[in-house]
């Protein structure tokens, strides 16, 4: 073997001891939060540059882009390294949040840099969604202000245990030890009152580096490690994560071919072995560990690190959005959970509306109900609300359409955690920890009668069905539901018609016109014309019903095919000319609020069953319409 051959193989031997030893390496993932102009992207800025995680050709571009801002003078902004988007760079604060990597001797991070204004105060939850540990800075000169008290707040709401307060700009105070003392005194008091304990706090100065890589010479008093030792040092000995018991949502079935079977999915908590019973939520069925099968092969135990492929020694139903639990310690289940919310949207939570929630891999239909009450992140005060705005949090009862498989945030993230969704618009509208079941939730069940739906309908010689109608004011949605319904009454059908005047004389009597009680309106509609089907009726509603997704939620209640949807489409001027009741002109005047068509909107029904021109057609020829569609429907 030449030298040069020599050379080469020691330095591969070299290369792949190095990367053996990275690999063993723990990761720790931590945020950086605090208020407006605190110094978060500078120090990591400084944090990257100290640890030699920045490439030279980044560091000639920092160098470029620090001149042509000018913020720090001649000197380099290290905040340029996180503030990756252009409008962050111009106008020197951070939006977005910024993910980076770099590593240690000791240890390897992902750290994530984000956003102090309040607007983004949704990006700074979504970082702490996954930290392990949160650096809360402070600016010397400001001490303790609001939006460090929220971001602290939610960092404790998130479950970030480890906690530590970098007080910055120690520079700019002349590194004066009374006033650090002073920061710390008044965190003390904040974070034990909310529940902190133990939190590690390091005077620094992000610009110039003090306490940042190693220990200052300018702060001799301070006898403390520096941030990144702190950081190095963290025991990260997660008991919710590696004692819990075996938690396992289901991602995929994973079938390669016709003689294997398995599920696929990352362990949430615990670990299993082949041979270990297990069960599978929501239906509790139960079965052994036949083999596990990991990216580097067959493993006689599961890994938190790693995603896993499970084969179970019985045939039994399991399928995406599934929980695999051990049989030991089986899950709960529940379709009523109180939750706390941090609301993410301009527009404000809507009770009543219905939602699609994602946990784990499971996502269904869900509704919030009215707020137990909003927390005061400032004072821990609870307040009465009927609805949380954007950034702000409270603790709901949310409803899910079926039970579903969980635990609370504090025993297991990923069963515990979860987002809402707008159903129109298929925006993230909240995030979502919850904390317990309703106890009535699991006590009530559904109480099975020996004369079913089907027995009902076959007494009666019909399909229950639901014909739905929707318009404006004044489209002729009772006068046509009225002419059906007769129609069906003489043709033998059993009905019912539910018109929205007469409802609201009873059933809705406390309900108003506000966007909730519209929706709550709707719910009970709904519910009601689901007791009517059971029984075997044929329901007929004449309602406004303006919302799309809240006719879908009714639609949802019911078997397939018993919604049919009937869109009165009547133009907006057509309504108001046939206005006998004055409403049109009132509204316009503005003595009337929240009527449809003027000042609360009407969503047109996307894909109706039947959609009826109130301008082409007579009352009776609509009735015929609707007729005719309801008696093609009953056919085989």
């Not at 591969?12 to 390496?25: A, P, Q, S, V």
């Not at 590696?242 to 079938?255: C, D, E, I, T």
């Not at 615990?270 to 990216?295: C, L, Q, W």
């Not at 945030?409 to 298929?426: M, P």
Request: glycine content about 6%.
């Amino acid at each position: 073997m030449s030298a040069r051959d020599h050379k080469d193989t020691k330095n591969n031997r070299n290369t792949i001891k190095y990367l053996d030893k990275h690999l063993e390496k723990s990761m720790l993932r931590f945020l950086t939060c605090g208020s407006v102009d605190d110094g978060k992207s500078t120090l990591l800025g400084r944090l990257l540059f100290e640890t030699k995680a920045v490439f030279s050709d980044q560091l000639a571009q920092l160098k470029l882009d620090s001149k042509k801002f000018g913020t720090q003078g001649n000197s380099i902004d290290y905040a340029l390294l996180l503030d990756g988007l252009s409008a962050e760079q111009e106008q020197g604060i951070t939006i977005d949040v910024a993910y980076r990597f770099f590593s240690t001797e000791k240890r390897k991070f992902i750290v994530a840099d984000t956003p102090g204004h309040e607007q983004y105060t949704r990006n700074m939850a979504t970082g702490a969604s996954t930290a392990d540990a949160a650096v809360i800075l402070i600016d010397a000169r400001k001490g303790l202000l609001a939006q460090t008290k929220r971001h602290t707040y939610l960092c404790h709401l998130f479950g970030i245990k480890h906690i530590i307060v970098a007080i910055n700009k120690m520079d700019l105070v002349k590194y004066e030890a009374l006033r650090f003392q002073e920061i710390v005194s008044n965190y003390e008091l904040f974070a034990s009152s909310i529940g902190i304990e133990n939190p590690s706090y390091v005077p620094i100065s992000g610009i110039h580096g003090d306490n940042v890589v190693s220990v200052s010479k300018n702060m001799t008093w301070y006898r403390g490690p520096s941030l990144l030792e702190l950081l190095e040092d963290m025991n990260l000995d997660d008991k919710t994560s590696h004692s819990q018991p075996f938690r396992m949502p289901v991602q995929l079935v994973n079938r390669p071919n016709s003689d294997f079977r398995g599920v696929s999915g990352k362990p949430a908590s615990g670990y299993i072995s082949v041979n270990d019973e297990i069960a599978v939520f929501p239906s509790g069925k139960k079965t052994r560990i036949k083999e596990i099968i990991t990216p580097s092969g067959a493993a006689e135990q599961s890994s938190l690190s790693q995603s896993i492929t499970l084969t179970f020694m019985d045939e039994i139903d399991c399928s995406r959005g599934h929980v695999i639990a051990s049989a030991t310690s089986p899950l709960e289940i529940s379709d009523q959970l109180e939750t706390t919310i941090i609301w993410m949207h301009e527009n404000a939570l809507v009770p009543g509306r219905s939602y699609h929630l994602k946990i784990g891999c499971l996502e269904l239909q869900a509704s919030c109900a009215q707020p137990k009450y909003k927390i005061n992140i400032e004072t821990n005060e609870h307040t009465a609300a009927k609805n949380l705005e954007l950034n702000e949090i409270g603790v709901v009862i949310i409803t899910t359409i079926h039970e579903i498989p969980f635990t609370s945030y504090k025993e297991t993230r990923d069963l515990g955690g979860f987002i809402l969704i707008d159903k129109s618009s298929n925006i993230t509208v909240a995030a979502g920890l919850i904390n317990f079941a309703l106890r009535r939730s699991q006590n009530i069940h559904w109480q099975n009668t020996d004369v079913t739906k089907l027995k009902r309908a076959t007494s009666l010689n019909q399909k229950p069905s639901v014909l739905w109608m929707t318009g404006l004011s004044g489209s002729g949605k009772s006068t046509i539901a009225n002419a059906v319904e007769l129609q069906l009454e003489r043709m033998g059908f059993h009905t019912y018609l539910l018109d929205g005047d007469n409802i609201r004389h009873g059933l809705n009597k406390d309900l108003g016109f506000t966007e909730a009680d519209r929706i709550e309106n709707i719910r009970r509609i709904g519910e009601v014309s689901k007791l009517m089907t059971d029984a075997g009726l044929i329901v007929i509603t004449a309602f406004i019903s303006p919302f799309q997704s809240e006719r879908n939620m009714v639609r949802e209640l019911l078997d397939d095919s018993e919604f049919i949807e009937i869109f009165i489409d009547t133009p907006l001027h057509v309504a108001e000319r046939r206005d006998v009741k004055g409403l049109y002109a009132k509204a316009r005047a503005g003595k009337l609020k929240n009527f449809t068509g003027i000042d609360s909107p009407y969503e047109k029904p996307s894909k109706p069953e039947i959609t009826i021109d109130t301008t082409e057609l007579s009352v009776n020829e609509a009735a015929d319409t609707i007729v005719k569609y309801y008696l093609h429907s009953v056919k085989p």
